[in-house]
């Protein structure tokens, strides 16, 4: 079955500076990935989702970028603030009829 | 704002108690879900449902059972708690069939602690 592996488990970088979080997916089918920020005491929210047919997407400070034939993606946040330290889960998914399967989460620490 | 609601927020009870973790969500969306995360952790499905009498196992395996009569109503039930049922829970609700593009709205979840 499909399988995500997200990368690194945790991240810590300088307020202003850039992050960038990586996952791979086994299942050359799946043609839609979205990226879930969880705040402390929240469950997860969707901040911003690609699907197959595009190689980039931004929104403001977050991008996502796609390499099919690769079979991963990445969110890139720039110019960090305090308010993007939480944990951040990439997913993917084949059809709107199937599950999303998780990577395992990154936990985000911007430094002051 | 996600107009989805789960209660209690948090709660402890004993050992061998019966408990039932409530969500509702008034979006009108068939599809919902049922996640146990471990503080900061990985999500893991154990229940979903694709619309009312529907209901199915996730992939993580779960002595819990749930049920769906109502579209806006998903409660999950534990009949007998133990201590390695202490986790969190999260309910989430997605459109249906091709409309929209299933974006999953979660609900703020249930911290649960069997002593």
């Known amino acids: 079955g499909e399988n995500v592996e997200q990368h690194p488990s945790t991240l810590s970088v300088q307020e202003g500076d850039s992050a960038v979080i990586k996952c791979t997916y086994s299942d050359s089918a799946s043609n839609y990935f979205p990226w879930y920020k969880q705040e402390l005491g929240k469950g997860p929210q969707l901040i911003i989702d690609?699907?197959?047919n595009v190689g980039e997407k931004k929104d403001q400070r977050i991008a996502v970028t796609l390499n099919k034939t690769a079979k991963h993606f990445s969110l890139h946040i720039t110019e960090t603030q305090p308010e993007d330290s939480a944990v951040y889960f990439c997913?993917?998914?084949?059809?709107?009829?199937?599950?999303?399967?998780w990577g395992a989460g990154t936990k985000l620490i911007i430094k002051p | 704002e996600a107009d989805i609601y789960q209660t209690p927020r948090y709660l402890v009870i004993g050992t061998g108690k019966k408990i039932t973790l409530e969500c509702s969500q008034t979006m009108g969306h068939d599809k919902m879900y049922w996640y146990q995360q471990d503080p900061g952790m990985e999500l893991h499905l154990i229940h979903y449902s694709y619309g009312v009498n529907s209901t199915e196992k996730g992939d993580l395996s779960s002595e819990s059972t749930v049920s769906r009569i109502r579209t806006e109503h998903f409660p999950l039930t534990l009949e007998s708690a133990r201590p390695s049922h202490t986790s969190q829970y999260l309910c989430a609700s997605s459109e249906g069939g091709l409309r929209g593009r299933g974006e999953q709205f979660f609900g703020p979840g249930t911290r649960l602690t069997v002593l």
């Open positions: 997913a993917a998914r084949k059809g709107s009829n199937y599950q999303l399967i």
């Open positions: 690609i699907r197959s």
